[in-house]
């Protein structure tokens, strides 16, 4: 049987081949200008959790790339890579099986995938080569997911495969002797892509050499060393955005906490923009520190203020004044006096400038692993996360300020279902669920609310996190009115 922290809350148990106006209204309009305005200046309010204007369908392709470590020093680390199938419900309907879904290297045609739906299967990998891409089309695109687990005695990392875009920002990363990251882009697309890439350091933006208008050929990876561009900088915020074409970017980190120890490792949590309204989310209930790194990418001086999603609610830390980081800069906080330990947390994280940020978190022990809770949305559809072998997984799940429930389903690797739960959470708070034995991955469907969260993993060594991101599942149609005769 599984188990949920339900604090507040309940839980009901439920056993050819492709590459890869009146004067009223016035007074209203001014009052929504009012409000609007002092949302922009306090940048407190909620993102909105669903969106009702325009019909939703099922999306019909997906594609997903993995994170690469070709041309990266990973030392001796087992990798796996699994692409499953969820079998979720939208509007209680299956989704079919019709289409097609194809794995490959990226710039080279894939081969069929005969991946039955609700089940896992694991993927050749080689860590010095091409990470697996996967092309679906279709019925099959629906609830297409993949992650990447690298585990060696002392430390592991969880990525999940994701599709390309325009923008990406990794918090946590850094270019010293015992804190140094890898920044790896693939380009999935016929065209040639250009990218710039922007570095923010405690100084404030960093000039570096050979960043602007890097060239990335169709199916070609860049991996850039961070010790290059920015050497001996021990924390560093990455800005990849795309002048041309879209890319899948991710960064591997490699962080030590004592000079000479064995360093951890970790797949650096992504976000698309900066945001004045952040939350962090996978922040193991057990460390032996942690730190909050906030990177201030504007021109102004931004005041941060730090709330503390916990399993009774939202509060401020007593002891953490308001944070002031400068233009262009990245700021550590330290955390260890401020926040509660043994219970699952998140934090809220406002300012009236946009920033983007983490949560670092050391384990115990001389050669301790770390983690890196990260910026997360509201989901509007399911989210899958796998369980890997070596560590007990942890899916925390915090509600914005009204009430939130959500489903958490594990399933075997043949799709079997393991278990099902429907939890609960209270406005503000976080709440706990972990997966019945036998599970290779969890489906989380929110149901009501704003439901935030990411899946933690500690144990053997490995500390580590995945932000619950949502499945390819439907994207919006624009609403079409008639226009005037």
């Given at each position: 049987?599984?188990?949920?922290?339900?604090?507040?809350?309940?839980?009901?148990?439920?056993?050819?081949?492709?590459?890869?106006?009146?004067?009223?209204?016035?007074?209203?309009?001014?009052?929504?200008?009012?409000?609007?305005?002092?949302?922009?200046?306090?940048?407190?309010?909620?993102?909105?959790?669903?969106?009702?204007?325009?019909?939703?369908?099922?999306v019909?392709?997906?594609?997903?790339?993995?994170?690469s470590?070709q041309?990266?020093?990973?030392?001796?680390?087992?990798?796996?890579?699994?692409?499953?199938?969820?079998?979720?419900?939208p509007?209680?309907?299956?989704?079919?099986?019709?289409?097609?879904?194809?794995?490959g290297?990226?710039?080279?045609?894939?081969?069929?995938?005969?991946?039955?739906?609700?089940?896992?299967?694991?993927?050749p990998?080689?860590?010095?080569?091409?990470?697996?891409?996967?092309?679906?089309?279709?019925?099959?695109?629906?609830?297409l997911?993949?992650?990447?687990?690298?585990?060696?005695?002392?430390?592991?990392a969880?990525?999940?495969c994701?599709?390309?875009?325009?923008?990406?920002?990794?918090?946590?990363?850094?270019?010293?002797?015992?804190?140094?990251?890898?920044?790896?882009?693939t380009?999935?697309?016929?065209?040639?892509?250009?990218?710039?890439?922007?570095?923010?350091?405690?100084?404030?933006?960093?000039?570096?050499v050979?960043?602007?208008?890097?060239?990335?050929?169709?199916?070609?990876?860049?991996?850039?060393?961070?010790a290059?561009?920015?050497?001996?900088t021990?924390e560093?915020t990455?800005?990849v955005?795309?002048?041309?074409?879209?890319?899948?970017?991710?960064?591997?980190?490699?962080?030590?906490?004592r000079?000479?120890?064995a360093?951890?490792?970790?797949?650096?949590?992504?976000?698309?923009?900066?945001s004045?309204n952040?939350?962090?989310?996978?922040?193991?209930?057990?460390?032996?520190?942690r730190?909050?790194?906030v990177t201030?990418?504007?021109?102004?001086?931004?005041?941060?203020?730090?709330?503390?999603?916990?399993a009774?609610?939202?509060?401020?830390?007593?002891?953490?004044?308001?944070?002031?980081?400068?233009p262009?800069?990245?700021?550590?906080?330290?955390?260890?006096?401020?926040?509660?330990?043994?219970?699952?947390?998140a934090?809220?994280?406002?300012?009236?400038?946009?920033?983007?940020?983490?949560?670092?978190?050391?384990?115990?022990g001389?050669?301790?692993?770390?983690?890196?809770?990260g910026p997360v949305?509201p989901?509007?559809?399911?989210?899958?996360?796998?369980?890997?072998?070596?560590?007990?997984t942890?899916?925390?799940?915090?509600?914005?300020?009204?009430?939130?429930?959500?489903?958490?389903?594990g399933?075997?690797?043949?799709?079997?279902?393991?278990?099902?739960?429907?939890?609960?959470?209270?406005?503000?708070?976080?709440?706990?669920?972990?997966?019945?034995?036998?599970?290779?991955?969890?489906?989380?469907?929110?149901?009501?609310?704003?439901?935030?969260?990411?899946a933690?993993?500690?144990?053997?060594?490995?500390?580590?996190?995945?932000?619950?991101?949502?499945l390819?599942?439907?994207?919006?149609t624009?609403?079409v009115?008639?226009?005037?005769?």
């Amino acid at each position: 049987m599984s188990s949920a922290q339900r604090v507040p809350g309940s839980r009901r148990a439920t056993g050819p081949r492709r590459p890869v106006p009146g004067g009223g209204a016035v007074l209203g309009v001014l009052l929504l200008a009012l409000a609007a305005a002092a949302v922009l200046l306090t940048g407190t309010a909620e993102p909105a959790p669903r969106q009702t204007a325009g019909a939703r369908t099922l999306v019909d392709s997906a594609l997903l790339a993995c994170p690469s470590t070709q041309d990266v020093r990973l030392g001796r680390v087992t990798t796996r890579v699994v692409a499953g199938l969820a079998d979720v419900r939208p509007a209680g309907e299956p989704l079919g099986d019709s289409g097609e879904l194809l794995v490959g290297e990226p710039g080279r045609a894939g081969e069929p995938l005969d991946l039955a739906r609700g089940a896992l299967e694991e993927l050749p990998s080689d860590p010095t080569g091409p990470a697996p891409v996967l092309d679906a089309s279709g019925d099959l695109a629906a609830g297409l997911f993949g992650d990447r687990t690298d585990s060696s005695d002392t430390a592991g990392a969880v990525a999940a495969c994701r599709a390309p875009r325009g923008s990406w920002w990794f918090t946590g990363a850094g270019a010293s002797l015992d804190h140094a990251s890898d920044l790896v882009m693939t380009n999935l697309d016929p065209g040639q892509a250009v990218v710039d890439v922007r570095l923010h350091g405690p100084e404030g933006t960093i000039d570096t050499v050979g960043t602007r208008d890097i060239p990335i050929g169709a199916g070609e990876t860049v991996t850039l060393s961070l010790a290059d561009l920015a050497p001996q900088t021990e924390e560093l915020t990455v800005e990849v955005a795309a002048a041309r074409g879209r890319v899948s970017a991710a960064v591997l980190d490699r962080y030590a906490a004592r000079p000479g120890a064995a360093a951890g490792l970790e797949w650096l949590p992504a976000t698309q923009r900066p945001s004045r309204n952040l939350r962090l989310a996978g922040i193991p209930s057990a460390g032996a520190s942690r730190t909050l790194l906030v990177t201030n990418p504007s021109e102004l001086e931004a005041l941060v203020e730090v709330e503390v999603v916990g399993a009774n609610g939202s509060f401020a830390p007593t002891g953490l004044d308001q944070v002031s980081v400068a233009p262009g800069a990245v700021e550590s906080v330290p955390l260890d006096d401020v926040l509660p330990a043994g219970e699952p947390l998140a934090l809220r994280v406002r300012s009236r400038v946009p920033l983007v940020a983490a949560v670092r978190t050391v384990g115990t022990g001389p050669g301790a692993d770390n983690s890196y809770a990260g910026p997360v949305l509201p989901l509007l559809d399911p989210a899958a996360v796998p369980v890997p072998a070596r560590a007990t997984t942890t899916v925390q799940l915090s509600a914005g300020s009204q009430p939130a429930r959500a489903t958490l389903t594990g399933y075997a690797a043949d799709g079997k279902e393991t278990g099902s739960d429907e939890v609960a959470i209270g406005p503000g708070a976080t709440a706990a669920w972990e997966p019945p034995t036998g599970s290779a991955y969890v489906v989380v469907t929110p149901l009501e609310g704003s439901v935030y969260g990411a899946a933690t993993y500690a144990g053997r060594g490995i500390l580590a996190q995945t932000p619950l991101a949502e499945l390819p599942m439907r994207v919006r149609t624009p609403s079409v009115r008639p226009g005037p005769r």
